[in-house]
């Protein structure tokens, strides 16, 4: 019998400014993991994203709101990395 | 009347959203692309924005300006996309029954809108441009 192999959800995360264009991209997909936390997907973002963290500080908002470390991630979350903003 | 919009922005038609029979003023700031920054010669600037956020973010504000002020109505429209000098990126109009209320609720949402909107810009100048470097959002 075939061993299941084990499935993490992902979740996409949107990209603005700054970010989307060091990315290359307008979104990413990360794997999460059990009880992910706004801080544990900013930590995977600068490990897996190096060159965001070289050149730019960023937020990351979780369903259109600026999230605070604790606040934990749900795959069905809306969620995107935030520059500094400079609209006006 | 709140938005994120990639067409022209009316005047008029922010002028006329935002005038209300009980009100005796309404202030209207425009926003618009200056032709230099601190240190050269600016051709247009490209405007990014997170609309969904960015609208939601729009009423919040028009809702802490109501707590602070005695205001009618509150009007504000940002544009996205490549905009040439002169073209208006920006504007914000209030009424109210009283000028002072109508004056400070529209400095406080066009100050608001610049320091906690999820929107971004990039310019195009003389040296190549780049992405402005604007203010760091925070979670309070």
Redesign the interface.
Known sequence: MAREEQTYPTIMVKLFGSSREIIGNDKITLKLSEKMTALDLRRMILEQYPQVARKIQFVIAINRKIADDATTVDPMDEVAILPPVSGG | MISITSEPIDLCQILVAAKDGSSGGTTLFV?SVRDHNEKERIFQIY????K???E?NFAEIENEARRRWNIKRFVAV?RTGSLKVGDI??AVAVSAEHRKEAFEACKYG?DA??????????EVSDSGGG?????????D
Do not use: C, N, T
Request: charged share 25%; glycine share 6%; aromatic share 16%.
């Open positions: 926003g405007y990014e924005a997170y969904e956020m960015a939601q940002h990126s920006v066009v809108i610049k320091m906690r909107a999820p929107i971004w810009k990039k992405w402005v470097e604007g203010f760091p959002l925070d979670s």
